[in-house]
């Protein structure tokens, strides 16, 4: 069974930035494809980005392109989402997910992943 633990959420300014992290377990970590969602009260949950089980592409929401960058570290089993110039309409929970995708092009609908992790809050003031 995978298990995904994001850290790094938390409080900043708008046009500050914030990384998050997602740490795996319970699977072979190179063989997932590696998403972020997010989730805003009363909206339902969106996609972010998501990146390849061996990095070899990688897919981006338009509203964050030129501003977030996902990546992944197969030897720390841990997938990254790099956020800059945050604005206060990023605020929301942000979901890690994962799935076992062969797919060159990584997944972007949440019904793609069959394992979630516990969310990480993200606030952006204005």
């Known amino acids: 069974q995978v298990q995904l633990v994001e850290s790094g959420g938390g409080l900043v300014q708008a046009g500050g930035s914030l990384r998050l992290s997602c740490a795996a377990s319970?699977?072979?970590?190179?063989?997932?494809?590696m998403g972020w969602f997010r989730q805003a009260p009363g909206k339902e949950r969106e996609f972010v980005a998501a990146?390849?089980?061996?990095?070899?592409?990688?897919r981006y929401a338009d509203f964050v392109k030129g501003r977030f960058t996902i990546s992944r570290d197969n030897a720390k089993n841990t997938v990254y989402l790099q956020m800059n110039s945050l604005k206060p309409e990023d605020t929301a929970v942000y979901y890690c997910?994962?799935?076992?995708?062969?797919?060159?092009?990584?997944?972007?609908?949440?019904?793609?992943?069959?394992?979630w992790g516990q969310g990480t809050q993200v606030t952006v003031s204005s």
């Open positions: 997910a994962t799935t076992l995708s062969v797919l060159t092009a990584p997944p972007t609908t949440p019904g793609e992943y069959p394992y």
């Open positions: 319970g699977g072979t970590f190179s063989r997932y494809a």
């Open positions: 990146i390849s089980r061996r990095d070899l592409s990688t």
